[in-house]
């Protein structure tokens, strides 16, 4: 038997979090290690396993993947949620680069300053009515069919359903506008795997509050604007 992937990280969301769904989507259990201070990352760094000295990281497979995106890929890959063909990934990868896009602004704006939080917040929820729900909702309503790319579910399903629940955690009723992606919601919280994920006391994190924050900063050596460096 395969031994379980290992996800490195702190116990948080960030950037681990669409491995995290992508995992639990595909039915994978998996363990994490989670630090909880400079000291834990630093080891990690020189246990030599960590290509950039940067996390995420997946010990996976014999392999320690790192950078995001090459482990969604890999794992979307491996359990069939990245398309029948070239064109259907070419797809994909515009979804889901968009809804990274999206994604990034929610990741950092936690660690925005006091004094910024309402004007980010603002840009956050025009970017997600006016860019890019509606192209979600466009594509959903133009096949008429359950998911991005007809009725198979893909990792950019996956990476949606994420972004829509991060959305609604800033705003709720933000998808009043949009009914399609009411029905999308509806219908894969439902999907078995995705359902379980969503259950208390699952892998899922919850959003980062101030004590999360503080202990992040404190791991990585972060500074105030965090957010604002990084976008």
Known sequence: MAAKPILYYFDGRGRMESVRWLLAAAGVEYEEVLFKTAEDF??????????????????????YIVQTRAILKYIATKYNLYGQDLKERAIIDMYVEGMRDLNDMMIYFPFSLPEQKQKILNYILERA???????????????????????????????????????????????????????????????????????????????????????????????????????
């Not at 990690?44 to 996976?60: A, N, R």
């Open 42 to 63: 630093d080891n990690l760094i020189k246990s030599g396993k960590l290509m950039y000295d940067q996390v995420p990281m997946v010990e996976m497979d014999g392999m």
């Open 129 to 231: 009515t006016e860019r890019f729900f509606p192209v979600y909702e466009k594509a959903l309503k133009d096949h008429g069919k359950n998911y991005l790319l007809g009725n198979q579910l893909s990792w950019a399903d996956v990476q949606l359903i994420e972004v829509i629940l991060m959305v609604e955690e800033l705003k709720s009723g933000i998808l009043s506008a949009f009914p399609k992606l009411q029905e999308f919601k509806a219908r894969v919280s439902k999907l078995p795997n995705i359902q379980k994920f969503l259950q208390p006391g699952s892998p899922r994190k919850p959003q980062e509050d101030e004590t999360t924050v503080e202990v992040v900063k404190k791991i990585f050596k972060g500074e105030d604007d965090l957010f604002l460096q990084h976008m």
